[in-house]
Antibody
Framework: QVQLQESGPGLVKPSQTLSLTCSLSGVSIDTFGYYWNWVRQFPGKGLEWLGYIHHSGSTYYNPFFTTRVSISRDKSKNQFSLSLTSVTAADTAVYYC?????????????WGRGTLVTVSS | IVLAQSPDTLSLSPGERATLSCRASHNVNSNYLAWYQQKPGQAPRLLIFGASSRATGTPDRVSGSGSGADFTLTISRLEPEDFAVYYCQQYGSSPWTFGQGTKVEIK
């Protein structure tokens, strides 16, 4: 059974870097045919896709975030991570990791439970 | 691509039919349009992909239709577990984007 679990600090100070990790179980991060994504949901409930890391290790980011976002992976731990620099209060959101397939479904078919990150001094 | 969902809120009774709209600012490539259901405190759950294909576990009373820039999610007879917020999402063009959501509430 595929499961994703986010972890990381719930509080980050303005101008600092937000760092989160997504741990996978039931599937290997380098299994052919998947993108591993980060999606966030604002307090007003809007959803925003940040980017993904491919099973090959290549990355692709939302063009609105290319200067601030970075996604990496640790194959030995079966995890991938999000780094978002220079955060402001506008980055306060629930952050989800989610899977998409590169064929057939292509939408977000598995999600983590999400973790709330608040940006505040 | 900007996705506009309507209405913002739909107030219906169990057993009634729900029709939710999602309109895109540009045609969605290959009809790569998905629908998700979200309940309080939970992550979104995939219901429909490719505009009209049901995801695993999606009941037959839930269906998706449409093409180009105009899409619809229909729930033929509302069950108590269907009262939730629904989002559409396009994954045909980068950046992948979501609609603002439609809340289906009990009347």
């Amino acid at each position: 059974q595929v499961q994703l679990q986010e972890s990381g600090p719930g509080l980050v100070k303005p101008s600092q870097t937000l760092s989160l990790t997504c741990s996978l179980s039931g599937v290997s991060i380098d299994t052919f045919g998947y993108y591993w994504n980060w999606v966030r949901q604002f307090p007003g409930k809007g959803l925003e896709w940040l980017g993904y890391i491919h099973h090959s290790g290549s990355t692709y980011y939302n063009p609105f975030f290319t200067t601030r976002v970075s996604i990496s992976r640790d194959k030995s731990k079966n995890q991938f991570s999000l780094s978002l620099t220079s955060v402001t209060a506008a980055d306060t959101a629930v952050y989800y990791c989610a899977r998409t397939m590169t064929t057939v479904i292509k939408a977000f078919d598995y999600w983590g439970r999400g973790t709330l990150v608040t940006v505040s001094s | 691509i900007v996705l506009a969902q309507s209405p913002d809120t739909l107030s219906l009774s169990p057993g009634e039919r729900a029709t939710l709209s999602c309109r895109a600012s540009h045609n969605v490539n290959s009809n790569y349009l998905a629908w998700y259901q979200q309940k309080p405190g939970q992550a979104p759950r995939l219901l429909i992909f490719g505009a009209s294909s049901r995801a695993t576990g999606t009941p037959d009373r839930v269906s998706g239709s449409g093409s180009g820039a105009d899409f619809t999610l229909t729930i033929s007879r509302l069950e108590p577990e269907d009262f939730a917020v629904y989002y559409c999402q396009q994954y045909g063009s980068s950046p992948w984007t979501f609609g603002q959501g439609t809340k289906v509430e009990i009347k």
